[in-house]
């Protein structure tokens, strides 16, 4: 077992949007990283992925649906629905997937 402080490894990340893996579980990827206000590009996975906003605002645009996410809540993207990041997401967000992805 191990733990780790996700809002202290994310606000040492050099680079927003930039994951870090913290660890696995079964076949999923658990990563954090930090948003910064900017927005990023559509995006599509062949798997769900978890999006889990440990603090802070994630603001999404899932299937050209305007979609907030604040500390606490997570969203769960499903497999091939296209989805962005749009601009004023900031704070930490922890992301699980499927390896590989």
């Keep these: 077992?191990?733990?780790?402080?996700?809002?202290?490894?994310?606000?040492?990340?050099?680079?927003?949007?930039n994951s870090r893996?913290?660890?696995?579980?079964?076949?999923a990827c658990v990563k954090v990283l930090r948003m910064d206000e900017l927005?990023?590009?559509v995006e599509t996975h062949a798997a769900a992925e978890a999006l889990l906003v440990m603090d802070g605002t994630l603001?999404?645009?899932?299937?050209?649906?305007?979609?907030?996410v604040g500390a606490g809540?997570?969203?769960?993207?499903?497999?091939?629905v296209p989805h962005a990041?749009?601009?004023?997401?900031?704070?930490?967000l922890v992301i699980v997937e499927a390896t590989g992805e």
């Design 1 to 17: 077992m191990s733990l780790s402080n996700v809002n202290e490894i994310a606000a040492a990340l050099p680079d927003a949007w």
């Design 21 to 27: 893996p913290l660890g696995a579980v079964g076949t």
């Design 39 to 41: 927005p990023v590009e």
């Design 59 to 68: 603001e999404l645009l899932v299937g050209g649906r305007e979609v907030s």
């Design 73 to 80: 809540e997570m969203y769960v993207v499903a497999a091939g």
């Design 85 to 92: 990041v749009r601009p004023g997401s900031r704070g930490t």
